[in-house]
């Protein structure tokens, strides 16, 4: 899980540096004296603030991956169970495969790097 975790983290940062790569081409192509140049060069300053806090303050929720992947474990083995004892089964399996991929879900929004308050929640519309 950890290696994961670090490869989508890489990706990420390499995803914002790109686009940051991008807007100082664009930059060097404006002439200086331009309110284009202007704009593009604030919007690389905010940019490189919001790359700071990601780095800085962002952070993970482990506890709740931890659960997810209990969540997405446990309900996938009892699917898998149910669906091999056929019948009427069946239906409880589907209720389980949903368990399941919310475990997924779960994992999936805890492993993102965002600025969280002291509960672990994350604040929402402050980060990239």
Known sequence: MTVA???FGLMNRDHELKKLQGYTEVLQSLPEDSQAYESALSLIASHIAKIDRLETVGRRDPMRALSGMFFA???GYITVWLMVRGGLWQVLAAVSMLLAFAGFAA???ALQIVER???GKPIQGTLL
């Open 117 to 119: 308050d002291k509960k």
């Open 73 to 75: 474990l446990v309900f």
């Open 107 to 109: 994992i999936i929004q």
């Open 5 to 7: 975790v670090a490869i």
